[in-house]
């Protein structure tokens, strides 16, 4: 294995460290496998009390998954294998779900994507005033996976939808109030909380000292608004009831919306519908369809080339109005694969 994801037995604690910052430490194939070995391991370890996850550097816990490495492969002619990763990465997600140990992740500066996805579904999530949360994938063609399914529409008075319809970015006083984080400290305290951790009997009480009230953030000032219109019953119904709100984050929002993709905004509003429903295991298996199908489309690809490698920031959706998305093709995103679904019980 290379040094892109270490491993440390340091006291009680097994520490995962990221170790990608040049890359914002987005999460690979290898990573991902590595990862759930080693958590198989520590799960049975008696010496292993809970488990610790970083990120090196101090500007990223996890920016996302290495997509890249997807869209060179399907450049290249490759159309076989391409949801390998993914498969891997949410049984990963599953793992982490259901992990019999306590999971402490330390997020610090950016969390996004695949980075969500080895963080929110631990015990402890645990954020600085760096953090900065978002599920960004509707700009590229894509949807909110690692679990976004599932947490997404459980967070309170439907910010979640609003995050995973917008890509709306919470800071940490946001991220704690909506049950992104489940606790605040100071960046400065983190190598302190870290050799505390080594030794530590009770998280609750190691954590005590540290925590922190962050400034109350824009999302929660505007939960009122958020909850009134996102609680609609359509896309179509949450843009008429942005447009007709006087507020500036409305604006806002209606604006980012309609940049994204129209399908992928409608897969993922149908997504939060059937997620708010749906076991965990359920979701992964959801995201698991959504994806296999997604592979086979143009848009995620098209995302990639506007925001990761031309770069020009000007993706040529298609449809490109959220009218012209035909309904069976909508419904062909949550059919079974021809791989099978999920192994997940």
């Known amino acids: 294995m290379s040094d892109e994801i270490l491993f440390q037995k340091r006291g009680k604690a097994g520490f995962v460290i990221l170790n990608r910052p040049k890359a914002l430490n987005a999460i690979n194939h ?84 695949g980075g969500v996805g080895v963080s929110v579904h631990g015990s402890y999530r645990i954020g600085t005033e760096k953090t900065l949360f978002a599920m960004p994938e509707t700009g590229i063609g894509f949807f909110p996976d690692v679990g976004g399914t599932f947490f997404l529409p459980r967070m309170p008075r439907n910010s979640g939808v609003y995050c995973a319809l917008s890509s709306g970015r919470l800071k940490q006083g946001d991220a704690l109030a909506t049950g992104v984080l489940t606790h605040a400290v100071s960046e400065e305290s983190l190598a302190d909380l870290e050799q505390d951790l080594e030794t530590a009997d009770d998280i609750g009480a190691v954590l005590a000292p540290y925590l922190m009230t962050p400034e109350k953030g824009p999302v929660c000032e505007s939960l009122d608004v958020i909850d009134e219109i996102f609680s609609a019953a359509s896309v179509e119904d949450i843009l008429s009831r942005l447009d007709a709100s006087q507020s500036e984050f409305a604006g806002k929002a209606a604006a980012a919306i309609r940049q994204k993709s129209p399908t992928s905004v409608l897969v993922a509003f149908e997504q939060m519908k059937r997620g708010r429903k749906l076991s965990f295991n359920e979701c992964m298996k959801l995201e698991y369809r959504i994806v296999s199908r997604i592979l086979q489309g143009t848009e995620f690809y098209e995302g990639i080339r506007a925001v990761l490698v031309d770069k020009d920031q000007a993706p040529k959706w298609s449809p490109a109005q959220f009218g012209q998305v035909d309904s069976a093709e909508l419904a062909s995103y949550f059919e079974e694969p021809a791989d099978g679904d999920l192994p997940l019980s």
């Open 30 to 113: 290898a990573m991902v496998l590595a990862m759930a070995e080693q958590l198989s391991r520590w799960a049975e370890d008696p010496e292993i009390a809970h488990i610790v996850v970083t990120g090196a550097g101090d500007k990223a816990f996890c920016a996302g998954g290495d997509i890249r490495s997807i869209y060179d492969a399907r450049m290249s002619g490759q159309t076989d294998g391409l949801s390998a990763f993914f498969r891997d990465e949410y049984m990963l997600n599953a793992q982490i779900k259901a992990y019999p140990k306590p999971y402490v992740a330390l997020v610090n500066g950016i969390v996004m994507g």
